[in-house]
């Protein structure tokens, strides 16, 4: 699952094939480099543009197709052109952010997060809650956060609790970036949240179904063709 979705051509004038996008440098125009996992093979492609959907596509750009190098050993490295310093790219590095800051994981006990980060203030304190598709932020007056019990932490959002929805799909911004700027809000002497309580992003539909639809056109095709197993032509050159 990568929350940059990265649509490629493989050739100049082909159709885009989105692929996994781990990196926030690249841009439209970088010829980059494909692994292709079903085929086990490495495929050169130019890149169309990035999008935050959080698919989980079967592929996943490797590096610039400039950065592959030979290593002593005879064997293809990447070498990055420009060192990864302290951009937000995995959700390894939004969660080290997040424990440099001071925030500390729980684990939720309910099934709709992964992982819960926690901080308390003198006069406020919040939660950063990471679901499948997407990041909830919440925050209480004062220094005490409700439901923390040793290493676990229960969540409620009813109560008019201060409590907002983040979604990965078409954020539209950088939810990884947002998420730092709530925690750092949260430091300020008079801090306004306004700005993280309004939900940003959109929940993703449901995943298309394809073997309902292969389902659905064999049993089409069976009833035209007396269950032959033999192709049946519709029209227009389209056969089923």
């Known amino acids: 699952m990568s929350y940059r979705i990265a649509h490629v051509r493989f050739t100049k004038y082909g159709r885009t094939y989105p692929v996994n996008c781990y990196r926030r440098d690249l841009k439209t125009g970088d010829v980059v480099v494909v692994g292709m996992a079903q085929e086990g093979i490495i495929k050169v492609a130019e890149l169309d543009s990035?999008?935050?959907?959080?698919?989980?596509?079967?592929?996943?750009?490797?590096?610039?197709?400039?950065?592959?190098?030979?290593?002593?050993?005879?064997c293809q490295e990447i070498v990055r052109g420009v060192?990864?310093?302290?951009?937000?790219?995995?959700?390894?590095?939004l969660f080290d952010k997040l424990k440099g800051?001071?925030?500390?994981?729980?684990?939720?006990?309910?099934?709709?997060w992964k992982v819960v980060f926690s901080k308390s203030l003198p006069s406020i304190s919040g939660i950063i809650a990471f679901r499948k598709n997407g990041i909830d932020f919440q925050s209480f007056d004062g220094p005490v956060i409700p439901g923390i019990s040793g290493r676990h932490i229960t969540i409620s959002i009813v109560g008019g609790v201060l409590f907002s929805r983040n979604w990965y799909y078409k954020s539209g911004i950088d939810l990884f970036d947002f998420t730092v700027s709530f925690?750092?809000?949260?430091?300020?002497?008079?801090?306004?949240?306004?700005?993280?309580?309004?939900?940003?992003?959109?929940?993703?539909p449901k995943p298309f179904n394809f073997e309902v639809e292969r389902d659905e056109l064999a049993d089409l095709r069976n009833a035209l063709n007396g269950g032959t197993g033999e192709?049946?032509?519709?029209?227009?050159?389209?056969?089923?």
């Open 101 to 112: 800051m001071g925030w500390l994981p729980f684990k939720p006990t309910s099934k709709v």
């Open 83 to 93: 060192p990864k310093g302290d951009t937000l790219e995995t959700f390894v590095d």
């Open 183 to 204: 925690a750092n809000a949260l430091e300020r002497r008079e801090p306004n949240l306004v700005p993280y309580y309004k939900g940003i992003g959109q929940k993703p």
């Open 50 to 74: 990035v999008e935050f959907l959080n698919w989980n596509c079967a592929n996943s750009i490797l590096g610039k197709r400039s950065e592959f190098q030979r290593g002593a050993d005879g």
């Open 231 to 240: 192709p049946v032509y519709l029209c227009d050159d389209v056969w089923i």
